[in-house]
């Protein structure tokens, strides 16, 4: 059975297509076929405005007509589509909606900053790390951060705070929305065992990357630190050119790094794993969960 999920973040909108098949012992393995992303930007207009450009808007729906044909092409019987923090806050979002569905028969559900959380969540990634550690997830967006707590073999905590790449860009986060942060992770991870971060989003796949750690290394704090220094010392183009970055990526690589590095450093977690999760795979996790029943293998 073939799933697709569609991921339409502040920054970017990203498909991911996957296989979902059984092994020889009746285990169902998850298996990527396809992972395409566009930035669309959205934030950049809502952020401000408070509502989505026509120009993006046009974006926007030949972004999700390419989506559909190349759904088609790979055969999808099931297509699970969410939007989050842009498209929560555009005044417009019902309007484009509405206009996407008319012209690609794809059904756009915009989700709470909290069911963001769970749906990155949905990962497990925690569960096979060892047990004697408290976890915290952080999935970075360009127009919040969703954070996890995992300890004691529970999900004891999710919350959305809306403190994303593009918000710090343009300007407008609050003191009191950081100090907001600063306080809920400091009164959750207070207590005896070691707190791990795992992190989520392109800008932290794109530091792990940079690293050249292999996969299943943690990231130490002291190097994500490094390397906001190090970027912070040069400008938008010598990011691009020097460190082989997208325009996209190198404007906004700086305040998720500031945002990971707060988290970590207010939760004493002194490591990250970068599992290379995110929304689009809790998606699809979750949309097997609904249509499991209905699969044939």
């Known amino acids: 059975m073939r799933l697709a999920a569609i991921d339409i973040g502040s920054n970017a909108a990203r498909l991911l297509i996957t296989e979902v098949s059984k092994d020889s012992k009746g285990v169902v393995q998850f298996n990527k076929l396809n992972l395409l992303r566009v930035p669309l930007r959205l934030g950049f207009d809502v952020f401000e405005s408070g509502t989505i450009s026509k120009e993006r808007i046009g974006m926007f729906i030949q972004t999700m007509k390419a989506y559909k044909h190349l759904m088609n092409a790979y055969g999808v019987s099931h297509i699970k589509a969410c939007a989050t923090s842009a498209m929560r806050d555009a005044k417009n979002s019902a309007d484009i909606i509405r206009k996407i569905r008319l012209e690609t028969d794809i059904q756009i559900e915009v989700i709470s900053g909290d069911l963001e959380a769970s749906l990155v969540y949905e990962n497990h990634i925690a569960e096979a790390l060892d047990k004697n550690n408290s976890y915290l997830y952080i999935d970075v967006g360009g127009g919040s951060t969703e954070l996890s707590f995992f300890s004691n073999g529970i999900l004891s905590f999710k919350k959305s705070f809306n403190i994303g790449t593009i918000r710090l860009l343009k300007n407008l986060v609050q003191e009191k929305e950081w100090d907001e942060m600063k306080d809920t992770i400091r009164a959750l991870t207070k207590g005896p065992k070691k707190v791990v971060a795992i992190g989520s989003g392109g800008n932290i796949n794109k530091v792990f990357s940079l690293s050249k750690k292999k996969d299943g290394k943690p ?72 249509v499991k029943n209905t699969a044939k293998f």
């Open 219 to 290: 990231l130490p704090l002291e190097l994500l630190r490094d390397y906001y220094k190090e970027l912070s010392s040069v400008t938008l183009e010598q990011r691009i050119n020097s460190y082989n970055l997208r325009e996209d990526r190198a404007d906004v690589i700086l305040p998720a790094l500031q945002i990971y590095i707060n988290t970590m450093r207010w939760s004493n977690a002194d490591e990250i794993y970068v599992p290379k999760i995110g929304l689009a795979d809790g998606l699809i996790r979750h949309l097997w969960s609904e």
